[in-house]
C-alpha cells in the first residue's frame, strides 16, 4: 500500500505571495490532517479534514485554508506568506473510522516551505 | 486542554547506552499514547502506541508502558544504536464525539544523538 504523498518537496516564495501544497493519503483514509514544524514551535496543529469537511481547526490566522476532494486528496493554501511562515508541513492521514479510539495517523515526508 | 510534556534535548549517548525519554500528559477522558520518531529529512513515523491503561507498546527494541496512575509514557531502548539518532515525539489520542473524531496533541520533541 502507498504511503502518504506531499507534493512538492521543498518550495521557496517570497513575502506576500501565496502557495498551495498537496497531500495525498493513504487509499482508503478518509482523514487528513495538517501540520506546521518548526524548531521553535514544535508541530502544531493547522486543521483536519474528513469526507470533505473541517472537523477541527487549529489557532492559525486565516490566511492558512484547506480543503479535501472527493478522493480525500488535500490541499492547504497560504496566502500573503510572511517570513514566518517558512517552515516543515506535515500531513497526516487515518482511517477517520468511527467508534476507534486507535486511529493512528500516517504521516508524509512532508514540504519545506522557504518565505524570504 | 490536553497537552503532552517531553524534554527537548538533545539527549547524547554513546553507542549501546540505555536510553529513556520522559513522557508525562494531562488529558480529558481516556487517551491513546504514541511514540513516533522523526530520522533527519523525513516526516514522522509511528513507532509504538499504547490504548489503555498497563499496556505495554514495542518496536524495533524501544518499548513504551501507559502508566496511567502517573500519566506516563517513558520511552525506553536498552542499547541504542547510531540508527536511532533521530527526534522522538510523544503524543496523546483523544476521541472527542462518537463519530470517532480524535484530537492528536504532540510534544516539543526530543533530539537523540548516538555517538560511535
Redesign the interface.
Given at each position: 500500500k502507498a504511503g502518504?504523498t506531499?507534493t512538492p518537496r521543498y518550495l521557496i516564495k517570497t513575502r506576500g505571495q501565496q502557495v498551495t501544497l498537496s497531500c495525498s493519503p493513504i487509499s482508503g483514509h478518509r482523514s487528513v490532517?495538517w501540520?506546521q514544524q518548526t524548531p521553535g514551535q514544535?508541530?502544531q496543529?493547522l486543521f483536519?479534514y474528513?469526507s470533505e469537511t473541517q472537523?477541527?481547526k487549529g489557532n492559525f490566522p486565516g490566511r492558512f485554508s484547506g480543503r479535501q476532494f472527493s478522493n480525500s486528496r488535500s490541499e492547504m493554501n497560504v496566502s500573503t506568506l510572511e517570513l514566518g511562515d517558512s517552515a516543515l508541513y506535515?500531513c497526516?492521514s487515518?482511517s477517520?473510522?468511527?467508534?476507534?479510539?486507535?486511529?493512528?495517523?500516517?504521516?508524509?515526508?512532508?514540504t519545506r516551505l522557504t518565505v524570504l | 486542554g490536553d497537552s503532552v510534556t517531553q524534554m527537548e534535548g538533545p539527549v547524547t549517548l554513546s553507542e549501546e547506552a540505555f536510553l529513556t525519554i520522559n513522557c508525562t500528559y494531562t488529558a480529558t477522558g481516556?487517551p491513546?499514547l504514541?511514540w513516533?520518531v522523526q530520522y533527519p529529512g523525513?516526516?514522522?513515523?509511528?513507532l509504538l502506541?499504547a490504548?489503555k491503561a498497563d499496556d505495554k507498546g514495542s518496536n524495533k527494541g524501544f518499548e513504551a508502558t501507559y502508566r496511567k496512575e502517573t500519566t506516563s509514557f517513558h520511552l525506553e531502548k536498552g542499547s541504542v544504536q547510531v540508527s536511532d539518532s533521530a527526534v522522538y515525539?510523544c503524543a496523546l489520542?483523544v476521541?472527542?464525539n462518537?463519530?470517532?473524531?480524535?484530537?492528536?496533541?504532540?510534544?516539543?520533541?526530543t533530539k537523540l544523538q548516538v555517538i560511535p
Amino acid at each position: 500500500k502507498a504511503g502518504v504523498t506531499q507534493t512538492p518537496r521543498y518550495l521557496i516564495k517570497t513575502r506576500g505571495q501565496q502557495v498551495t501544497l498537496s497531500c495525498s493519503p493513504i487509499s482508503g483514509h478518509r482523514s487528513v490532517s495538517w501540520y506546521q514544524q518548526t524548531p521553535g514551535q514544535g508541530l502544531q496543529f493547522l486543521f483536519e479534514y474528513f469526507s470533505e469537511t473541517q472537523r477541527n481547526k487549529g489557532n492559525f490566522p486565516g490566511r492558512f485554508s484547506g480543503r479535501q476532494f472527493s478522493n480525500s486528496r488535500s490541499e492547504m493554501n497560504v496566502s500573503t506568506l510572511e517570513l514566518g511562515d517558512s517552515a516543515l508541513y506535515l500531513c497526516a492521514s487515518s482511517s477517520g473510522q468511527a467508534p476507534s479510539l486507535t486511529d493512528t495517523q500516517y504521516f508524509g515526508p512532508g514540504t519545506r516551505l522557504t518565505v524570504l | 486542554g490536553d497537552s503532552v510534556t517531553q524534554m527537548e534535548g538533545p539527549v547524547t549517548l554513546s553507542e549501546e547506552a540505555f536510553l529513556t525519554i520522559n513522557c508525562t500528559y494531562t488529558a480529558t477522558g481516556y487517551p491513546s499514547l504514541f511514540w513516533y520518531v522523526q530520522y533527519p529529512g523525513e516526516g514522522l513515523q509511528l513507532l509504538l502506541k499504547a490504548t489503555k491503561a498497563d499496556d505495554k507498546g514495542s518496536n524495533k527494541g524501544f518499548e513504551a508502558t501507559y502508566r496511567k496512575e502517573t500519566t506516563s509514557f517513558h520511552l525506553e531502548k536498552g542499547s541504542v544504536q547510531v540508527s536511532d539518532s533521530a527526534v522522538y515525539f510523544c503524543a496523546l489520542s483523544v476521541k472527542l464525539n462518537s463519530g470517532g473524531y480524535q484530537k492528536v496533541t504532540f510534544g516539543i520533541g526530543t533530539k537523540l544523538q548516538v555517538i560511535p
